[in-house]
Each structure stands twice: as structure tokens, then as C-alpha cells.
């Protein structure tokens, strides 16, 4: 099971990868301001407790956190600390946090963080080669226990072989949704995979974007099929994400 965990919203662009936030996409149709960091009323989510005392979000669950911003956006500096000792003492959820800004990782870290905790997956995300070189090398050298590349949107060919190897638990690609979506070439996917098999790396094909394009042919592919559509690919590799 799982849960979406959006303690604050707001960002800011910052790569090739942003040019088509689908947060700025949603915003603007609501005449908000998406650079505007600002903590939601669910900051609070992973600690709040029902009427009996136990706690909303059964044990067990994975916490998607921070899907309508960046966990480490400056923005945010200052609830940061009070997130991580919401995440350290939730213990028993699994928190899934993917991140433009690994770079920016250390900022406001727990004194208690070490090695990592057990329960924190960190995915970076890197869209073409100028990002996958700049910042997976930053990645691997943090103390993270749990390191994932997330290749989306992706916008050109990547060569992650140098990369590759025990320390990197998945790595998943997908296109660029929305009506301004970018194509999103089937073989650079194929590619990833291929690389990620040759270094025994598991692989996830988690989105066809809205423009695929594969043998010479261009695919429009609506939203609430991008997901499905990747998964009847077939393509993954020792991952088994239904979802």
C-alpha cells in the first residue's frame, strides 16, 4: 500500500527536466503561484493519529513524500528539520522522496542521519547527460542506504555505465506527460535497460510520457494511460511494481 505525503508545495525551476512541471501546469489553471514555497496542512500527515490514537497511516505503508515540490527546495530550509524527525519517528514507513536537488541533500540534515536512516529511499532524478553526470556522482558519494536514478522526463540518450554498480538500487525511466510534452524516444529507454542489465541493476519502465515515439512512429498516448501502457511493455527488469 501507499500514501502521497505533500508537506509543502511550491518550487522553482531549475534544469532541461522543469520546463514542464505538471505542478506549474495544475497551478496555473487555479491562479497560483508555483515558485511560492509554502507547508500545506498535511505537513503533519505521517503523525497524525485517530480517534483511538493509532496513527492514520497504518504501519507498513510507503510514503510518497513530496510530490508537488522538492524536498530539499530552499524554500523549505526552515520545516526541514521538523520533516526529518517526522520521518525518524515514523520508523515503521517507508519514505519515497525523488529529488532535482541532491545537491542540496546536506542542507538541514539530522545530527543523528550517519549513515543513513534504514527507512528513507532517495531517488535523483536525471533527464538528459549533462544532469546524470553532475549529479549521480554527487548521489553515490552521500550517505544514503537506499540510492535510486529515476531517468524522467527523459529528453535524450543517457549513458549511465559509469555509474552503475552496487550502490544503486533501480533505476526507472519514463517520458514527459502534459499537452507540451517533449518526445520520448523508446529506444533510450530500451537503452537504460540494456545498460542495466549488462551491470545486474534492476529496471523500471514507469511511464511512456505523452509522446513516445518507437519504430519510426510517433504515439499519442493520453495520461491515465501512460503508466498502464509502460507496464504492458514488458520490459522491466527484477523490479515487480504493479502500480
Given at each position: 500500500m501507499s500514501v502521497t505525503w505533500n508537506l509543502w508545495h511550491g518550487c522553482q525551476k531549475i534544469s532541461q527536466g522543469c520546463k514542464n512541471c505538471y505542478v506549474y501546469r495544475q497551478d496555473e489553471k487555479h491562479g497560483k503561484d508555483s515558485s511560492v514555497v509554502t507547508k500545506t496542512a498535511n505537513f503533519n500527515l505521517p503523525i497524525k493519529r485517530k480517534r483511538d490514537k493509532s496513527y492514520k497511516i497504518p504501519s507498513g505503508e510507503i510514503v510518497y513524500t513530496c510530490f508537488t515540490s522538492d524536498f530539499f527546495v530552499e524554500?523549505?530550509?526552515?520545516?526541514?528539520?521538523?520533516?526529518?524527525?517526522?520521518?525518524?519517528?515514523?520508523?515503521?514507513?517507508?519514505?519515497?522522496?525523488?529529488?532535482?536537488?541532491?545537491?542540496?541533500?546536506?542542507?538541514?540534515?539530522?545530527?543523528?542521519?550517519?549513515?543513513?536512516?534504514?527507512?528513507?529511499?532517495?531517488?535523483?532524478?536525471?533527464?538528459?547527460?549533462?544532469?546524470?553526470?553532475?549529479?549521480?556522482?554527487?548521489?553515490?558519494?552521500?550517505?544514503?542506504?537506499?540510492?535510486?536514478?529515476?531517468?524522467?522526463?527523459?529528453?535524450?540518450?543517457?549513458n549511465l555505465t559509469l555509474y552503475l554498480d552496487n550502490t544503486i538500487e533501480e533505476v526507472s525511466a519514463g517520458g514527459e506527460s502534459g499537452n507540451e510534452a517533449r518526445e520520448c524516444n523508446y529506444n533510450w529507454i530500451l537503452n537504460i535497460r540494456n545498460q542495466c542489465i549488462e551491470k545486474d541493476i534492476p529496471f523500471w519502465f514507469h511511464q511512456t510520457g505523452a509522446r513516445l515515439r518507437k519504430d519510426g512512429k510517433l504515439y499519442r498516448i493520453k495520461r491515465p494511460y501512460q503508466h498502464s501502457q509502460a507496464r504492458k511493455a514488458n520490459i522491466n527488469y527484477k523490479t515487480n511494481h504493479n502500480f
Open positions: 524554500g523549505a530550509d526552515k520545516w526541514r528539520k521538523e520533516a526529518w524527525e517526522m520521518i525518524k519517528t515514523r520508523s515503521d514507513l517507508i519514505f519515497f522522496i525523488i529529488t532535482k536537488r541532491i545537491d542540496r541533500f546536506t542542507v538541514e540534515l539530522p545530527e543523528d542521519w550517519n549513515d543513513g536512516y534504514d527507512n528513507v529511499v532517495i531517488a535523483s532524478t536525471v533527464e538528459n547527460q549533462e544532469m546524470a553526470d553532475y549529479r549521480i556522482p554527487i548521489l553515490k558519494k552521500l550517505p544514503i542506504k537506499h540510492k535510486l536514478i529515476t531517468c524522467a522526463p527523459l529528453l535524450e540518450e543517457i
